[in-house]
């Protein structure tokens, strides 16, 4: 049997949460392809866990130009990604990553009041994010991932 490492801090849900995720959402007709980005590869690895069992096709970038790169090489129909992050914040890789992948969904997530700032100056330039707060609850990400 898998052994879920999570999070101490709670930021994603219990086992029992990612099982009645799984339970209660329908399959996809066609998987969806998802980079997940996070500067704690802890969450990010959760959340791949969660999403692959739940019928999407994730993987993980540890950071904003890791996030980047693995775009252009995995051309993901949704990106799911940190704000905060060093070097390249999430709101800056996301910016990058639609000048060459225009169509994908970009949903990003903070925990943090400083997330409003980084949003506003990007909006100004023209760029609209959906925005996640975090805790992320699996079986509330999935529903909010599987909308149109």
Do not use: C, W
């Not at 999570?6 to 029992?16: M, Q, Y």
């Not at 959760?46 to 739940?54: C, D, E, F």
């Not at 609209?128 to 805790?135: G, N, S």
Request: proline share 6%; hydrophobic share 45%; glycine share 4%.
């Amino acid at each position: 049997m898998e052994s879920n490492v999570l999070p101490s801090d709670s930021r994603v849900a219990s086992h029992a949460a990612v099982s009645k995720a799984e339970s209660n959402t329908a399959p996809l007709t066609a998987p969806t392809r998802i980079l997940v980005v996070d500067d704690e590869p802890i969450i990010a690895d959760t959340i791949v866990q969660i999403l692959n069992r739940s019928g999407f096709i994730a993987e993980a970038a540890y950071g904003g130009r890791e996030a980047i790169d693995a775009a252009r090489r995995l051309t993901p129909e949704l990106i799911l990604s940190d704000v905060l992050m060093p070097h390249i914040d999430g709101v800056e890789a996301a910016i990058a990553i639609q000048k060459f992948l225009p169509g994908a969904r970009i949903v990003l997530f903070s925990g943090q009041a400083a997330t409003v700032e980084i949003l506003a100056r990007a909006r100004k330039r023209g760029y609209h994010f959906e925005l996640l707060a975090k805790p992320l609850h699996p079986t509330q990400l999935i529903k909010h991932l599987r909308q149109d």
